[in-house]
Protein backbone atom coordinates (compact mmCIF):
# COMPACT_ATOMS: atom_id res chain seq x y z
CA UNK A 1 0.00 0.00 0.00
CA UNK A 2 0.79 3.33 -0.53
CA UNK A 3 1.50 5.33 2.77
CA UNK A 4 -0.28 8.34 3.26
CA UNK A 5 1.37 11.58 2.99
CA UNK A 6 0.66 15.22 3.14
CA UNK A 7 1.68 18.08 0.97
CA UNK A 8 4.66 18.26 2.44
CA UNK A 9 6.21 14.43 2.05
CA UNK A 10 5.32 13.42 5.60
CA UNK A 11 4.39 10.10 5.84
CA UNK A 12 0.23 10.20 7.87
CA UNK A 13 0.36 7.26 9.67
CA UNK A 14 -0.67 8.50 13.55
CA UNK A 15 -4.20 9.33 14.96
CA UNK A 16 -4.78 10.47 17.97
CA UNK A 17 -8.80 10.15 19.20
CA UNK A 18 -9.72 12.30 22.13
CA UNK A 19 -12.87 10.51 22.92
CA UNK A 20 -14.23 12.75 25.97
CA UNK A 21 -13.47 16.27 27.18
CA UNK A 22 -14.42 15.56 30.77
CA UNK A 23 -11.69 15.36 32.98
CA UNK A 24 -11.33 14.14 36.46
CA UNK A 25 -8.73 16.78 37.08
CA UNK A 26 -8.09 20.44 36.89
CA UNK A 27 -4.57 20.28 36.26
CA UNK A 28 -3.39 24.57 36.22
CA UNK A 29 -1.74 24.41 33.12
CA UNK A 30 -4.61 22.87 31.53
CA UNK A 31 -8.30 24.16 33.02
CA UNK A 32 -9.74 26.45 34.72
CA UNK A 33 -10.78 25.41 38.22
CA UNK A 34 -14.25 25.50 37.14
CA UNK A 35 -13.65 23.21 34.28
CA UNK A 36 -14.99 23.64 30.74
CA UNK A 37 -18.94 23.16 30.26
CA UNK A 38 -18.84 19.60 29.08
CA UNK A 39 -20.35 18.41 25.35
CA UNK A 40 -23.71 16.71 26.00
CA UNK A 41 -23.15 13.16 25.36
CA UNK A 42 -25.14 12.50 21.93
CA UNK A 43 -22.68 15.39 20.48
CA UNK A 44 -19.45 13.28 20.59
CA UNK A 45 -18.62 10.26 19.05
CA UNK A 46 -19.78 6.43 19.56
CA UNK A 47 -17.85 3.79 19.86
CA UNK A 48 -19.04 2.56 16.86
CA UNK A 49 -18.66 5.61 15.07
CA UNK A 50 -14.99 5.78 16.11
CA UNK A 51 -14.40 2.15 15.24
CA UNK A 52 -15.78 3.12 11.91
CA UNK A 53 -13.41 5.74 11.22
CA UNK A 54 -10.64 3.94 12.95
CA UNK A 55 -11.20 1.23 10.32
CA UNK A 56 -11.22 3.67 7.57
CA UNK A 57 -8.11 5.31 8.49
CA UNK A 58 -6.46 2.06 8.80
CA UNK A 59 -7.39 1.15 5.48
CA UNK A 60 -5.33 4.15 4.05
CA UNK A 61 -2.29 3.58 6.02
CA UNK A 62 -2.73 4.49 9.65
CA UNK A 63 -0.75 2.15 11.83
CA UNK A 64 -1.05 3.73 15.22
CA UNK A 65 -3.53 4.53 17.56
CA UNK A 66 -3.51 6.94 20.78
CA UNK A 67 -6.90 7.16 22.62
CA UNK A 68 -6.63 10.78 25.25
CA UNK A 69 -9.05 13.25 26.13
CA UNK A 70 -9.93 15.03 28.41
CA UNK A 71 -9.44 11.97 30.74
CA UNK A 72 -10.41 8.71 28.46
CA UNK A 73 -10.74 6.55 31.68
CA UNK A 74 -13.89 8.72 33.04
CA UNK A 75 -15.75 7.21 29.57
CA UNK A 76 -17.92 4.39 30.76
CA UNK A 77 -16.64 0.80 29.38
CA UNK A 78 -13.42 2.09 27.36
CA UNK A 79 -12.32 -1.14 27.39
CA UNK A 80 -15.09 -1.88 24.25
CA UNK A 81 -13.55 0.70 22.58
CA UNK A 82 -9.78 -0.74 22.37
CA UNK A 83 -10.66 -4.15 21.52
CA UNK A 84 -12.63 -3.43 18.85
CA UNK A 85 -9.64 -0.90 17.59
CA UNK A 86 -7.25 -3.45 18.19
CA UNK A 87 -9.40 -6.36 16.27
CA UNK A 88 -9.09 -3.84 12.98
CA UNK A 89 -6.56 -5.16 10.45
CA UNK A 90 -3.13 -2.79 9.77
CA UNK A 91 -3.69 -1.24 13.69
CA UNK A 92 -0.20 -2.37 15.23
CA UNK A 93 -0.30 0.03 18.16
CA UNK A 94 -2.50 0.90 20.49
CA UNK A 95 -2.13 2.83 23.17
CA UNK A 96 -3.72 5.80 25.60
CA UNK A 97 -2.75 8.73 27.95
CA UNK A 98 -4.59 9.12 31.16
CA UNK A 99 -4.23 11.01 33.97
CA UNK A 100 -3.90 7.11 35.88
CA UNK A 101 -6.57 8.42 38.33
CA UNK A 102 -8.63 5.74 37.53
CA UNK A 103 -5.97 3.36 36.09
CA UNK A 104 -5.54 1.09 38.93
CA UNK A 105 -9.04 -0.75 38.58
CA UNK A 106 -8.89 -0.66 34.62
CA UNK A 107 -5.29 -1.55 33.30
CA UNK A 108 -6.11 -5.04 33.41
CA UNK A 109 -9.15 -5.18 31.29
CA UNK A 110 -7.12 -2.70 28.91
CA UNK A 111 -4.90 -5.28 28.91
CA UNK A 112 -6.94 -8.02 28.02
CA UNK A 113 -8.80 -5.96 25.93
CA UNK A 114 -5.84 -5.17 23.45
CA UNK A 115 -4.34 -2.32 24.85
CA UNK A 116 -0.48 -2.17 24.09
CA UNK A 117 0.45 0.62 26.03
CA UNK A 118 -0.01 3.32 28.73
CA UNK A 119 1.21 7.29 29.17
CA UNK A 120 0.18 8.04 32.37
CA UNK A 121 0.99 11.84 33.52
CA UNK A 122 2.43 12.99 36.58
CA UNK A 123 4.13 16.33 37.46
CA UNK A 124 4.95 16.00 40.67
CA UNK A 125 5.81 12.94 43.09
CA UNK A 126 5.32 15.25 46.15
CA UNK A 127 1.60 14.31 47.18
CA UNK A 128 0.43 17.88 48.74
CA UNK A 129 2.17 19.40 45.53
CA UNK A 130 0.62 17.16 43.26
CA UNK A 131 -2.95 18.00 44.68
CA UNK A 132 -2.16 21.62 44.13
CA UNK A 133 -1.12 20.79 40.52
CA UNK A 134 -4.17 19.22 39.37
CA UNK A 135 -6.79 20.94 42.16
CA UNK A 136 -7.30 17.96 44.19
CA UNK A 137 -5.70 15.09 42.59
CA UNK A 138 -4.50 11.38 44.85
CA UNK A 139 -1.14 10.73 43.94
CA UNK A 140 -1.29 7.53 45.83
CA UNK A 141 -3.90 6.37 43.42
CA UNK A 142 -2.38 7.55 39.94
CA UNK A 143 1.11 5.72 41.54
CA UNK A 144 -1.14 2.39 41.92
CA UNK A 145 -2.34 2.67 38.60
CA UNK A 146 1.47 2.91 37.06
CA UNK A 147 1.81 -0.06 39.45
CA UNK A 148 -0.82 -2.06 37.71
CA UNK A 149 0.00 -1.06 34.53
CA UNK A 150 3.19 -2.41 35.20
CA UNK A 151 1.38 -5.42 35.86
CA UNK A 152 -0.75 -6.16 33.87
CA UNK A 153 2.22 -5.50 30.81
CA UNK A 154 0.96 -2.70 29.23
CA UNK A 155 5.04 -1.88 28.84
CA UNK A 156 6.82 0.52 28.38
CA UNK A 157 5.06 2.51 30.63
CA UNK A 158 5.48 5.72 29.82
CA UNK A 159 5.44 9.01 32.69
CA UNK A 160 4.66 12.61 31.27
CA UNK A 161 5.94 15.36 32.89
CA UNK A 162 5.17 19.07 32.28
CA UNK A 163 7.96 21.33 33.99
CA UNK A 164 6.70 24.50 35.01
CA UNK A 165 9.34 26.98 36.72
CA UNK A 166 8.04 27.73 39.56
CA UNK A 167 6.02 25.13 40.48
CA UNK A 168 7.86 21.50 39.76
CA UNK A 169 10.77 22.13 38.22
CA UNK A 170 12.95 21.13 41.25
CA UNK A 171 11.60 17.51 40.74
CA UNK A 172 12.73 17.44 36.47
CA UNK A 173 16.30 15.57 38.32
CA UNK A 174 14.04 12.89 40.35
CA UNK A 175 12.08 12.26 37.31
CA UNK A 176 14.84 11.93 35.42
CA UNK A 177 17.03 9.28 38.08
CA UNK A 178 13.38 7.23 37.82
CA UNK A 179 15.08 5.65 34.45
CA UNK A 180 18.25 4.89 36.16
CA UNK A 181 16.84 1.32 37.65
CA UNK A 182 13.39 0.95 36.17
CA UNK A 183 13.09 0.86 31.94
CA UNK A 184 10.27 3.47 31.99
CA UNK A 185 10.21 6.15 29.74
CA UNK A 186 10.07 9.11 31.33
CA UNK A 187 8.95 12.43 28.71
CA UNK A 188 9.62 15.61 29.55
CA UNK A 189 7.02 17.57 27.33
CA UNK A 190 7.52 21.92 27.43
CA UNK A 191 4.93 24.46 28.36
CA UNK A 192 2.93 25.01 25.58
CA UNK A 193 0.32 28.33 25.49
CA UNK A 194 -2.35 25.67 24.88
CA UNK A 195 -4.45 25.24 27.87
CA UNK A 196 -7.13 27.46 29.65
CA UNK A 197 -5.64 26.54 32.89
CA UNK A 198 -4.48 30.64 33.55
CA UNK A 199 -1.34 29.41 34.80
CA UNK A 200 0.55 30.63 31.46
CA UNK A 201 3.61 33.36 31.19
CA UNK A 202 6.35 33.16 29.33
CA UNK A 203 8.39 33.14 32.97
CA UNK A 204 6.73 29.93 33.72
CA UNK A 205 8.40 28.29 30.74
CA UNK A 206 11.53 25.94 30.58
CA UNK A 207 12.82 24.99 27.34
CA UNK A 208 13.89 21.27 26.43
CA UNK A 209 18.00 22.50 26.57
CA UNK A 210 17.62 23.62 29.77
CA UNK A 211 15.90 20.52 31.48
CA UNK A 212 18.88 19.18 29.40
CA UNK A 213 20.90 20.69 30.96
CA UNK A 214 19.73 20.00 34.61
CA UNK A 215 19.49 16.07 33.72
CA UNK A 216 23.14 16.09 32.37
CA UNK A 217 24.47 16.77 35.99
CA UNK A 218 23.46 13.44 36.76
CA UNK A 219 25.24 11.71 34.41
CA UNK A 220 25.75 12.21 30.58
CA UNK A 221 23.01 12.15 28.27
CA UNK A 222 23.73 10.12 25.41
CA UNK A 223 21.18 10.01 22.21
CA UNK A 224 19.22 6.82 22.03
CA UNK A 225 17.27 6.21 18.24
CA UNK A 226 13.30 4.76 18.92
CA UNK A 227 11.85 4.16 15.40
CA UNK A 228 8.73 6.15 14.41
CA UNK A 229 8.60 8.26 17.50
CA UNK A 230 7.19 10.93 16.05
CA UNK A 231 8.63 14.46 17.60
CA UNK A 232 9.84 13.27 20.47
CA UNK A 233 13.77 13.05 20.70
CA UNK A 234 15.28 10.30 23.20
CA UNK A 235 18.24 10.15 25.49
CA UNK A 236 19.26 7.77 27.92
CA UNK A 237 21.32 8.37 30.85
CA UNK A 238 25.02 7.37 30.57
CA UNK A 239 24.15 2.92 32.34
CA UNK A 240 20.21 3.73 32.50
CA UNK A 241 17.59 1.09 32.04
CA UNK A 242 14.88 3.60 30.88
CA UNK A 243 14.67 6.43 28.69
CA UNK A 244 14.08 10.14 28.46
CA UNK A 245 12.36 12.02 26.28
CA UNK A 246 11.65 15.93 25.66
CA UNK A 247 9.21 17.20 23.56
CA UNK A 248 9.47 20.66 22.66
CA UNK A 249 6.98 22.32 20.59
CA UNK A 250 8.33 25.58 20.95
CA UNK A 251 12.21 25.51 21.22
CA UNK A 252 12.58 23.11 18.53
CA UNK A 253 10.27 22.91 16.04
CA UNK A 254 9.04 19.22 14.92
CA UNK A 255 6.72 19.89 12.93
CA UNK A 256 8.59 17.93 9.94
CA UNK A 257 8.61 14.92 11.91
CA UNK A 258 4.51 15.19 12.65
CA UNK A 259 3.32 11.85 11.64
CA UNK A 260 0.02 12.07 13.23
CA UNK A 261 -4.13 13.32 12.48
CA UNK A 262 -6.13 14.29 15.73
CA UNK A 263 -9.86 13.19 15.88
CA UNK A 264 -11.85 15.21 18.38
CA UNK A 265 -14.43 13.97 20.93
CA UNK A 266 -17.74 15.33 18.72
CA UNK A 267 -15.37 14.37 15.34
CA UNK A 268 -13.58 16.95 14.04
CA UNK A 269 -10.42 16.32 12.44
CA UNK A 270 -7.99 18.26 13.08
CA UNK A 271 -4.62 18.24 11.13
CA UNK A 272 -2.26 20.04 13.54
CA UNK A 273 -2.44 20.60 17.31
CA UNK A 274 -1.91 24.52 16.87
CA UNK A 275 -3.92 25.29 14.42
CA UNK A 276 -7.83 26.14 14.34
CA UNK A 277 -8.83 24.76 10.84
CA UNK A 278 -11.06 21.15 11.30
CA UNK A 279 -12.99 19.20 9.05
CA UNK A 280 -16.39 18.04 10.50
CA UNK A 281 -16.51 14.21 10.57
CA UNK A 282 -19.05 13.50 12.92
CA UNK A 283 -21.92 15.45 10.19
CA UNK A 284 -20.90 13.25 7.69
CA UNK A 285 -20.70 9.99 9.45
CA UNK A 286 -24.40 10.95 10.64
CA UNK A 287 -25.71 11.56 7.36
CA UNK A 288 -25.32 7.99 6.10
CA UNK A 289 -22.36 8.47 3.50
CA UNK A 290 -20.25 5.81 2.36
CA UNK A 291 -16.49 4.27 3.53
CA UNK A 292 -15.51 6.33 0.41
CA UNK A 293 -16.57 9.81 1.16
CA UNK A 294 -15.11 9.54 4.97
CA UNK A 295 -12.20 8.33 3.45
CA UNK A 296 -12.46 11.23 1.11
CA UNK A 297 -12.62 13.55 4.21
CA UNK A 298 -9.55 12.08 5.92
CA UNK A 299 -7.12 12.03 2.87
CA UNK A 300 -8.53 16.48 3.04
CA UNK A 301 -7.24 16.33 6.36
CA UNK A 302 -3.87 15.51 5.55
CA UNK A 303 -3.91 17.35 2.38
CA UNK A 304 -4.45 20.59 4.63
CA UNK A 305 -2.04 19.47 7.33
CA UNK A 306 -0.13 22.74 7.94
CA UNK A 307 3.58 22.69 7.49
CA UNK A 308 3.94 24.11 11.00
CA UNK A 309 2.46 25.50 13.93
CA UNK A 310 1.80 28.66 14.45
CA UNK A 311 2.63 28.81 18.11
CA UNK A 312 5.47 31.28 19.30
CA UNK A 313 9.48 30.46 18.88
CA UNK A 314 11.38 30.39 22.20
CA UNK A 315 13.09 33.88 21.15
CA UNK A 316 10.00 35.68 21.00
CA UNK A 317 8.30 34.44 24.00
CA UNK A 318 9.68 36.73 26.31
CA UNK A 319 9.04 40.88 25.37
CA UNK A 320 5.11 41.70 24.32
CA UNK A 321 3.97 38.36 26.50
CA UNK A 322 3.63 35.61 24.61
CA UNK A 323 0.23 33.83 23.36
CA UNK A 324 -0.41 32.10 19.81
CA UNK A 325 1.45 34.18 17.08
CA UNK A 326 -0.92 35.98 14.22
CA UNK A 327 -3.55 33.29 12.99
CA UNK A 328 -1.44 31.51 9.85
CA UNK A 329 -4.52 31.39 7.12
CA UNK A 330 -5.01 27.91 6.23
CA UNK A 331 -6.97 26.79 2.60
CA UNK A 332 -10.33 26.21 3.97
CA UNK A 333 -11.51 23.79 1.03
CA UNK A 334 -14.89 22.99 1.28
CA UNK A 335 -18.28 23.19 3.38
CA UNK A 336 -16.98 20.55 5.78
CA UNK A 337 -13.82 22.64 6.98
CA UNK A 338 -14.02 25.12 9.84
CA UNK A 339 -12.03 26.90 12.40
CA UNK A 340 -12.67 26.91 15.97
CA UNK A 341 -9.86 27.87 19.25
CA UNK A 342 -10.41 24.58 21.37
CA UNK A 343 -8.67 24.06 25.27
CA UNK A 344 -5.56 21.41 24.90
CA UNK A 345 -8.39 18.99 27.01
CA UNK A 346 -11.17 19.14 24.40
CA UNK A 347 -8.49 18.09 21.15
CA UNK A 348 -6.78 15.55 23.15
CA UNK A 349 -3.23 16.81 23.96
N1 LIG B 1 -6.04 13.50 30.83
C1 LIG B 1 -4.99 12.78 30.20
C2 LIG B 1 -3.64 13.12 30.79
O1 LIG B 1 -3.55 14.11 31.53
O2 LIG B 1 -2.70 12.41 30.50
C3 LIG B 1 -4.96 12.94 28.71
C4 LIG B 1 -5.22 14.31 28.12
S1 LIG B 1 -3.99 15.55 28.49
C5 LIG B 1 -4.65 16.96 27.64
C6 LIG B 1 -2.63 14.98 27.50
C7 LIG B 1 -1.28 15.55 27.83
O3 LIG B 1 -1.29 16.94 27.54
C8 LIG B 1 -0.86 15.42 29.29
O4 LIG B 1 0.39 14.75 29.37
C9 LIG B 1 -0.74 16.84 29.77
O5 LIG B 1 0.29 16.98 30.72
C10 LIG B 1 -0.44 17.58 28.49
N2 LIG B 1 -0.78 19.00 28.54
C11 LIG B 1 -1.96 19.58 28.85
N3 LIG B 1 -1.88 20.92 28.80
C12 LIG B 1 -0.59 21.23 28.44
C13 LIG B 1 0.14 22.44 28.23
N4 LIG B 1 -0.44 23.62 28.34
N5 LIG B 1 1.44 22.34 27.88
C14 LIG B 1 2.04 21.12 27.73
N6 LIG B 1 1.41 19.95 27.91
C15 LIG B 1 0.11 19.99 28.28
FE1 LIG C 1 -7.34 16.55 32.80
FE2 LIG C 1 -5.22 15.65 31.50
FE3 LIG C 1 -5.91 18.26 31.33
FE4 LIG C 1 -4.96 17.32 33.63
S1 LIG C 1 -3.87 17.42 31.66
S2 LIG C 1 -6.80 18.61 33.39
S3 LIG C 1 -5.71 15.28 33.65
S4 LIG C 1 -7.08 16.55 30.57
Keep these: MIPLQDSFFRVIDYLRISVTD ?28 IIRVVRIAAGLGVRKVRLTGGEPLTRKNIAFLVAGIKKISGIEDLSLTTNGVLLAQQAAELADAGLDRVNISIDSFRPERFREITRGGDLG ?19 N ?58 APLLPVRIRKNGPSKYYRLEGARGVI ?36 LRSSLRSGVSDEEIARLLRLSIEIKPKEHNLPKEHNLNGQGAGIRETVEYPVPGPQCGAEKRPMSRIGG
Design 22 to 49: RCNLRCVYCMPAEGVTPFHHDDILSYEE
Design 141 to 159: AVLRGLDAARKAGLAPVKI
Design 161 to 218: MVPVRGINDDEIEDFAKMTIDSDCHVRFIEFMPAGTGSLWGPEKYISADEMKEKIQQI
Design 245 to 280: GFISALTHHFCNECNRLRLTSEGKLRPCLFSETEID
